[in-house]
């Protein structure tokens, strides 16, 4: 009962960060400043949702609650921050214009760029550092993404509205796919109790969900078709997939079902040749490089703030990846444990551009690996990210 205490205090505390949230002008940046007082609430209700949070997962990892009352308690949180204006990014707004390329001028994404319209709606909205650049996603995402701008014409409003939906139900499909999976609850807590997801995906509006809840079903549907499509669907998303994918297989030596191969294969062919066909093969490179760039959370910047050159830190967080990626992969072809979480976090803490968003890939993949450490790497990275973007102390 104490960890679903916490939870309900962590829902509680997110339901009155959101309220703060709304006397914030602009919202869409980062850090959240709301004025006057709504300051104070917003830090302090954002970091007692962290305690909360910490601590009711660390309890339910002893002692299992209710797997009903968790899932409940995560959906509360995953989907309070929809009341809040966009927060802390204007990435939605981008998925609007990429979108509006294809269903209102009939270009390729991959081709043109929200630049090459500056009339239309979604581009005046749109981040300065992305109107000039074709899509940073693969064809999964840019599919997916025309399902809101189709349904919404041309009202930011309820395209911000329509992201957001489609954002926070990723989340919560793959929360899902957790539940069902593990029947864990404390799996269900630390994916579904965490604050930061709630503030950037409900919140913030990211694709992310939908990302690993492909990564998730992969991993459970390791001898069937349909987790080689997942497989194949990730890695036209992001190159995570892509990065994860061995560790997986080595997990089973390779060992997989005549299904299995059949969904990876299959799927890719189909997706590399129908995006190619209608988008030209400039999404490959946008698969295989994914968002770029460079980000004061990476551990990149942290080595450039400590006086490396630029070139020098890239190459150390490049080497100390693959050091750890390598040590993994061994692991997982004598353990048979692919451990995708703790390769995700490795991932997270080695890159140039490490979004706070991008925490879902290690918190998803620890909640159905059921990995405890890795558990705890992605609750501890949740705190580094949450605090160093979205609050100004």
């Given at each position: 009962?104490?960890?679903?205490?916490?939870?309900?205090?962590?829902?509680?505390?997110?339901?009155?960060?959101t309220?703060?949230a709304?006397?914030?002008?602009p919202?869409?940046?980062?850090?959240?400043?709301?004025?006057?007082?709504?300051?104070?609430?917003?830090?302090?209700?954002?970091?007692?949702a962290?305690?909360?949070?910490?601590?009711?997962?660390?309890?339910?990892?002893?002692?299992?609650?209710?797997?009903?009352?968790?899932?409940?308690?995560?959906?509360?949180?995953?989907?309070a921050?929809?009341?809040?204006?966009?927060?802390?990014?204007?990435?939605?707004?981008?998925?609007?214009?990429?979108?509006?390329?294809?269903?209102?001028?009939?270009?390729?994404?991959?081709?043109?760029?929200?630049?090459?319209?500056?009339?239309?709606?979604?581009?005046?909205?749109?981040?300065?550092?992305?109107?000039g650049?074709?899509?940073?996603?693969?064809?999964?995402?840019?599919?997916?993404?025309?399902?809101?701008?189709g349904?919404?014409?041309?009202?930011?409003?309820?395209?911000?509205?329509g992201?957001?939906?489609?954002?926070?139900?990723?989340?919560?499909?793959?929360?899902?796919?957790?539940?069902?999976?593990?029947?864990?609850?404390?799996?269900?807590?630390?994916?579904?109790?965490?604050?930061?997801?709630?503030?950037?995906?409900?919140?913030?509006?990211?694709?992310?969900?939908?990302?690993?809840?492909?990564?998730?079903?992969?991993?459970?549907?390791?001898?069937?078709?349909?987790?080689?499509?997942?497989?194949?669907?990730?890695?036209?998303?992001?190159?995570?997939?892509?990065?994860?994918?061995?560790?997986?297989?080595a997990?089973?030596?390779?060992?997989?079902?005549?299904?299995?191969?059949?969904?990876?294969?299959?799927?890719?062919?189909?997706?590399?040749?129908?995006?190619?066909?209608?988008?030209?093969?400039?999404?490959?490179?946008?698969?295989?490089?994914?968002?770029?760039?460079?980000?004061?959370?990476?551990?990149?910047?942290?080595?450039?703030?400590?006086?490396?050159?630029?070139?020098?830190?890239?190459?150390?967080?490049g080497?100390?990846?693959?050091?750890?990626?390598?040590?993994?992969?061994?692991?997982?072809?004598?353990?048979?444990?692919?451990?995708?979480?703790?390769?995700?976090?490795?991932?997270?803490?080695?890159?140039?551009?490490?979004?706070?968003?991008?925490?879902?890939w290690?918190?998803?993949l620890?909640?159905?690996?059921?990995d405890?450490?890795?558990?705890?790497?992605?609750?501890?990275?949740?705190?580094?990210?949450?605090?160093?973007?979205?609050?100004?102390?």
């Amino acid at each position: 009962m104490r960890s679903l205490g916490a939870g309900a205090a962590c829902a509680a505390l997110l339901v009155l960060a959101t309220i703060a949230a709304r006397h914030a002008s602009p919202a869409e940046v980062s850090p959240v400043v709301p004025k006057g007082n709504w300051n104070a609430v917003w830090i302090a209700s954002v970091a007692a949702a962290f305690a909360a949070y910490a601590i009711g997962v660390a309890i339910a990892w002893r002692m299992r609650p209710v797997l009903n009352a968790a899932v409940v308690l995560a959906i509360i949180v995953q989907c309070a921050p929809l009341a809040a204006p966009l927060l802390l990014s204007k990435d939605a707004y981008l998925y609007w214009a990429e979108a509006r390329l294809v269903t209102v001028h009939h270009a390729s994404p991959y081709r043109k760029t929200p630049a090459d319209f500056p009339s239309d709606p979604a581009t005046p909205r749109t981040s300065e550092e992305w109107r000039g650049q074709p899509a940073p996603y693969g064809p999964t995402w840019e599919v997916l993404a025309l399902a809101p701008a189709g349904a919404v014409g041309a009202s930011a409003r309820h395209a911000v509205t329509g992201y957001k939906l489609l954002s926070v139900l990723g989340v919560l499909v793959t929360l899902g796919i957790v539940a069902f999976a593990t029947r864990n609850a404390a799996a269900v807590a630390l994916l579904g109790w965490n604050p930061l997801l709630a503030l950037h995906f409900a919140g913030g509006g990211h694709n992310d969900g939908w990302l690993v809840a492909l990564l998730c079903l992969g991993v459970i549907a390791r001898q069937r078709a349909r987790g080689g499509a997942a497989w194949a669907l990730a890695s036209a998303f992001k190159p995570v997939g892509l990065i994860l994918l061995p560790l997986d297989l080595a997990a089973s030596r390779l060992r997989r079902s005549g299904r299995f191969w059949i969904g990876l294969v299959a799927t890719g062919a189909a997706v590399l040749v129908s995006s190619s066909t209608v988008w030209g093969t400039g999404w490959i490179r946008s698969s295989l490089v994914g968002v770029h760039g460079a980000s004061p959370l990476g551990g990149v910047h942290l080595l450039v703030a400590a006086g490396l050159r630029h070139r020098y830190a890239v190459a150390i967080g490049g080497v100390a990846f693959a050091v750890v990626y390598g040590a993994l992969l061994v692991s997982a072809w004598r353990n048979g444990r692919a451990r995708l979480s703790l390769a995700a976090s490795a991932l997270c803490l080695t890159t140039s551009l490490l979004r706070p968003w991008y925490i879902l890939w290690p918190l998803g993949l620890a909640a159905v690996e059921e990995d405890g450490p890795a558990a705890a790497v992605a609750i501890a990275l949740t705190g580094y990210l949450l605090f160093g973007d979205a609050v100004r102390f």
